[in-house]
């Protein structure tokens, strides 16, 4: 049973949530036989969580009518985030605030209404050095997070509250939800990529600095909210995502398909694997989606974690590419503002000890293929077909397939290939990947034994997800003439063989 008193007071502005649980016992892991995941997904789900009216400004990204940010990444149960927004012209809103998962297929749960917050119109930040684009907004909302809300990634949608016959204009807000327990499974986010490409307020990102390309000279900072998709007009075209960075188009089928499964499951931010304590509390860590930017301590984290016998399974493309050295925001909170690669001396504290013992790194940092099995492949973004090698290797048992079998249009939209050289690593797939949709590049597919019976798994795409679940609320996204055909069950029968290995071992 749970025993609940919540209190809302408003301290100079501020509205602020408070929510006291008490009589908590809900999460026994024994508790009829159901993990926690398992009997968070047993209860009822939200019909109405998605946006349906976004008006979208400023170089087709910026939600100016609604748009916020938070404090944090993420955030522990019993702790405070306070979630930064705007409204153009001033106009209260609605905030509902939603937990992601399955609830049986809808995809999202109700946790929190805040019927009513005033809002006024925030200033846009003036370009600090570097290009850095970093908000001092005032919070509007201070939220402290229940001790019943389980980890997860948590949306707020915001909904303004219309005058008169106004019509009203929604965006999200997005934060994670961590915890310190052990668990089967580690889910890390890839909100560092999410920032690195996110342009807000018009064209400000890693990739759209006044001197052109990609570089050092670019920073960029969590304290502003997320636009649309940077890649809205070659991967992703879906306007009705706007704030919740990247999550919706390329890591949220695997989240829905895990609670789906019951899998008992935690989820960390880029930000928390600093260190691996986090890690080293789980059987297994999932690296999703579009994980390109990494802090050297991610690296280093995650390399600590193998050789402690944690599984990895690298369910992602272009993955740990950039050295992105995480630092402190101009009012001292951790791991705000990162730049891509650099020399790496000066970025943070860590950064500038390591150059010392190890001499200073190249702009692309360690060789990601000695963690992961095998390397980015450059130049990149194009797709392809996922093609089976080793159709006897026991990560596809029971999946019917052969050698040279193939799932349509799963590689894409950047890729891995070139694999290490480390003992007793096999290639379990491998083809022909077209990048800009003409040119031949080789991608492939590894596993690798780590040094206590435990595995490495690089699947060598983005899309490995899309083969995963389709949500609600989730656009198949594409690639230079190349599409992934949304869920398969061979792909779904793989990630159970991997899973369960590492959880059972």
Not at 52 to 68: D, F, L, N, Y
Not at 213 to 222: I, L
Not at 364 to 373: F, Q, S, V
Request: with cysteine; charged share 20%; aromatic share 12%.
């Amino acid at each position: 049973m749970v025993c609940r008193l919540t209190q809302t007071v408003r301290l100079g502005g501020l509205l602020t949530v408070v929510l006291f649980v008490g009589c908590l016992g809900l999460f026994s892991d024994s508790a009829n036989g159901q993990n926690r995941i398992q009997r968070e997904n047993a209860l009822p789900g939200a019909i109405d969580w998605q946006l349906t009216r976004v008006k979208i400004v400023g170089s087709g990204c910026r939600s100016v009518p609604v748009e916020a940010y938070c404090s944090r990444q993420s955030v522990l149960a019993g702790e405070t985030i306070d979630i930064m927004a705007s409204t153009s012209p001033a106009r209260a809103f609605r905030l509902e605030i939603f937990r992601t998962g399955w609830y049986g297929g809808r995809g999202a749960r109700l946790m929190q209404t805040i019927e009513r917050v005033d809002c006024g119109t925030q200033p846009d930040p003036v370009p600090g050095e570097k290009n850095l684009h970093e908000c001092r907004w005032k919070p509007s909302v201070s939220l402290t997070i229940p001790g019943d809300w389980l980890s997860g990634v948590y949306l707020g949608r915001l909904t303004t509250l219309p005058e008169g016959n106004e019509p009203y204009w929604q965006s999200y807000v997005i934060f994670i939800v961590k915890d310190e327990r052990p668990a089967d499974v580690l889910f890390q986010c890839s909100d560092n990529t999410w920032q690195a490409y996110n342009v807000w307020p018009t064209n400000y990102s890693v990739y759209t600095h006044p001197k052109g390309g990609q570089g050092p000279w670019a920073d960029v900072s969590f304290d502003r909210p997320y636009g649309r998709e940077a890649q809205f007009t070659s991967v992703v075209n879906d306007p009705l995502t706007v704030g919740s960075g990247e999550f919706l188009p390329y890591e949220f089928p695997m989240t829905y398909w895990l609670e789906q499964h019951g899998y008992d499951v935690s989820y960390v931010s880029n930000s928390d694997m600093l260190t691996p304590d986090r890690g080293l509390k789980c059987r297994a860590f999932i690296s999703i989606g579009h994980d390109e930017y990494w802090d050297q301590r991610q690296f280093d984290s995650v390399s600590k974690m193998r050789d402690e016998g944690v599984d990895l399974l690298f369910l992602s493309g272009n993955s740990v590419c950039w050295v992105s050295p995480l630092r402190s925001g101009a009012d001292g909170r951790a791991n705000r503002i990162f730049f891509r690669g650099g020399p790496y001396g000066g970025a943070n504290d860590y950064a500038v000890q390591r150059e010392r013992e190890h001499g200073p790194f190249p702009h692309r940092g360690p060789d990601e293929g000695l963690l992961m099995g095998a390397r980015n492949v450059e130049p990149v973004n194009g797709g392809g077909d996922w093609t089976v090698t080793k159709a006897d290797h026991w990560m596809f048992r029971g999946a019917g397939v052969k050698n040279g079998d193939s799932i349509p249009g799963l590689i894409g939209w950047e890729y891995h290939g070139q694999p290490a050289e480390i003992a007793g690593l096999e290639v379990v797939a491998g083809g022909t990947a077209w990048q800009g949709g003409v040119n031949p590049q080789q991608w492939t597919a590894t596993i690798y034994p780590g040094p206590k019976g435990n595995f490495v798994f690089n699947a060598a795409t983005i899309w490995w997800a899309q083969a995963l679940g389709d949500p609600p609320g989730h656009t198949l996204p594409w690639s230079h003439y190349s599409r992934p055909h949304g869920p398969d069950e061979r792909v779904q029968i793989m990630t159970h063989n991997l899973l369960r290995r590492a959880i059972e071992q």
